[in-house]
Structures are given as structure tokens and as C-alpha cells.
């Protein structure tokens, strides 16, 4: 059987994990970055609206996949239906609710409405049409089976490649430290950031450092400045400065206001760092509470203290909750135990001739 994978450029290196674990089945698979092969209005790239399906077809006659597999709800995916192959669509996010989102805030303009209704057209076509949605988590499962009840859907978790998650020196930050790892593209997940507002006044002895960047930057960063100990790293390369950051934190927080499979909390707990996130969406079943880290509420700044000071005078549970995250994402998260599942997915879905 013959896979072609198709996603965001950002997420290539997970994408090939998933390849090379799939080869161990049988599988021969093919990773590409989508927009590179099929693109389209209303990309980013404004050279890539006379984008023609040319490519796409060349890879299509060249590798001849019984099926596709797309990260994201783009061109490719249209171009894979219109094809007649099987589509299988990894949902990632709370569309629905990002979409909204984006349209009472970044998108309100009326050239960037088009944009957004053009996206919306895209992803309801691969939605529909899909042979099978494959959400992230099982609270985005149920938020599918409530747009689409009769849609074949089969949880897929994101997964990682433990071998490829080995602390690594280079990087030198003030300690005790807390490190987050997140964007700042949605307004709904970057704004519970400013929780951490009261948290570094109540530590100061704790240094924060945020890596990361996005368009509500500057809504968060400024109030985060006024402390003196937070620092920002800006955006790190995936995965090599990654890598470094998070094999220096002492501890990892993910403060969140919406979330579904953050690969970051998965890297961290792989890095032996416990881990405190925000109690939202597929987040709690990213982590064990109470033995790889902590889940806080929304806006409980002091609950959000009170486990941090834990953490910090509690060495030694730190430290076994750090192995226990290790051994939670080995054994719950690795593409070796994801993609078996996958396997069984496929075959069942898919009819080879």
C-alpha cells in the first residue's frame, strides 16, 4: 500500500516520524509539503493563486498512492478528490470555533472575509467528501460527531519520535525558570497568557521566559514586560533550538485559553520537564494530572502559583514526575504505537485492488 502525506511545512519533520514508522507495516509513504505542490486563492503567496495542478499531477502519475493523508484542509486536498483517491483528513484544531474566532477578530476586513469564506468553502469540500476525519483528541471527536454524525472519524493522536527527543546543552537561561512554547495567532489561546501577570509578581525569584511570536504579540507582550523577570526568545527553530529550550526550563507551562494536541506539552514531557497546562479542550489527555504535571483552570492564578511553588520546593517530585512524562508519551504518544493504529485505520477504509 502506497500513502502520500501531504501538510504544513512547519510540521515536516513530524510528518516524516509518521512516514519511517509506517515503512515498519508496510506502508511506502511519500511526505510533501502541501502548498508546494498544490496551491492556490487565498494563499499567502500571492504567486501561488495561478498555481496550476501540474505538479499535483505529475506526483500523482509518478507515485500512484492508494491513498492521502493532509494535515490541514488546503488545495491539496481538493486536488485529491477531484483525483477520486481517498482522502483522509487529520483534524488538528476546534475548526468551527477557530474559524469564528478569526472572523470577529483578525479577519473583520472585507478583503480578508473573502479569504476566510474562500478557506471555509475549501475545508467543508474536504470535510464532506473525506473518507475519514481523523480529529486529534477525543474532545475534538465530539465536537465532529455534532457537524458531521454520520462521518466515519477515527481518533488520531498526534504523535513523536522518542529517539529524536534527547536533552541537549547550548542554550543558558536564569533558573529557577518556567518556559512556554506557544504562538500568539489565536486571540482565545494567546490571551490566557496574561494570567501569568499576577504569577510573576507573587515569584520573582522565578524567571518566565515565552518563545514564541504571532499578530497578538503586542497585546501580550508589553503587560509581560513590566515584570522584570520575563523574558521573550521570539520564535525558536523546530526542532533544534526547540530541543535546547526545553532541555534547559525547569518546568514547562502551556497557558492556554484553547487547545487540542499541543506537540510542545508532548516534547517537554519527552525531555523528562514536568509539566503544568491549562485544563481545555484535548490538553488533559496530552498529561497525566497529578503525576507527569499539573492542570490548572482557566484564570486560577493562584492555583497556577501554588503548583509552580510545589514544583520548586519539591525536587525530587519534579524530578519523578519529569520520568513519569517520559514514560506517559512513550507509551501512549510514539509513532511506533500511533501508527499501528493508523495501519488498521487505513486497511479498513481503504479498498486496494
Avoid at 511526505?31 to 505538479?55: A, L, Y
Amino acid at each position: 500500500m502506497k500513502l502520500l502525506i501531504a501538510g504544513f511545512g512547519l510540521r515536516y519533520i513530524h510528518l516524516k516520524g509518521f512516514a519511517e514508522t509506517l515503512s515498519k507495516y508496510g506502508i511506502e509513504c511519500k511526505v510533501v509539503v502541501d502548498s508546494e505542490i498544490c496551491d492556490g486563492f487565498p494563499s499567502r503567496k500571492i504567486r501561488n493563486w495561478f498555481q496550476t495542478r501540474k505538479k499535483f499531477n505529475k506526483l500523482i502519475s509518478e507515485f500512484k498512492p492508494d491513498a492521502v493523508f493532509i494535515d490541514r484542509q488546503r488545495h491539496f486536498g481538493i486536488a485529491t478528490l477531484k483525483a477520486g483517491i481517498p482522502l483522509f483528513v487529520h483534524l488538528k484544531g476546534d475548526y468551527w470555533k477557530e474559524m469564528d474566532m478569526a472572523r470577529k477578530t483578525l479577519y473583520k476586513s472585507f478583503p480578508k472575509r473573502i479569504a476566510l469564506n474562500q478557506w471555509d468553502k475549501i475545508a467543508k469540500e474536504c470535510f464532506e467528501n473525506a473518507t475519514v476525519i481523523l480529529p486529534t483528541c477525543k474532545h475534538l471527536d465530539n465536537e465532529l460527531k455534532d457537524k458531521y454524525p454520520h462521518k466515519n472519524a477515527e481518533i488520531f493522536y498526534q504523535g513523536i519520535t522518542p529517539s529524536q527527543w534527547i536533552p541537549e546543552k547550548g542554550m543558558k537561561l536564569k533558573h529557577p525558570c518556567v518556559g512556554l512554547l506557544q504562538g500568539a495567532v489565536i486571540w482565545e489561546k494567546a490571551k490566557e497568557m496574561l494570567t501569568l501577570k499576577k504569577v510573576m509578581e507573587a515569584m520573582p525569584n522565578v524567571t518566565f521566559y515565552w518563545a514564541g511570536d504571532g499578530p497578538y504579540r503586542e497585546k501580550i507582550l508589553p503587560k509581560l514586560q513590566e515584570h522584570d523577570n520575563f523574558h521573550w526568545l521570539g520564535n525558536l527553530k523546530h526542532p533544534e533550538e526547540v530541543k535546547k529550550y526545553l532541555s534547559e526550563i525547569d518546568v514547562y507551562a502551556l497557558i492556554s485559553g484553547i487547545d487540542m494536541s499541543p506537540v510542545s506539552l508532548l516534547e517537554a514531557q519527552i525531555l523528562e520537564k514536568p509539566v503544568i497546562a491549562t485544563n481545555v479542550g484535548g490538553i488533559p489527555e496530552e498529561m497525566k494530572n497529578n503525576e507527569t504535571g499539573f492542570l490548572v483552570e482557566k484564570g486560577d492564578h493562584e492555583d497556577l502559583i501554588s503548583k509552580l511553588s510545589l514544583l520548586f520546593n519539591d525536587e525530587d517530585k519534579a524530578k519523578q514526575m519529569g520520568k513519569s512524562g517520559k514514560k506517559f508519551v512513550e507509551g501512549n504518544f510514539s509513532w511506533d504505537k500511533i501508527s499501528k493504529d493508523f495501519v488498521s485505520v487505513l486497511k479498513k477504509h481503504v479498498n486496494l485492488k
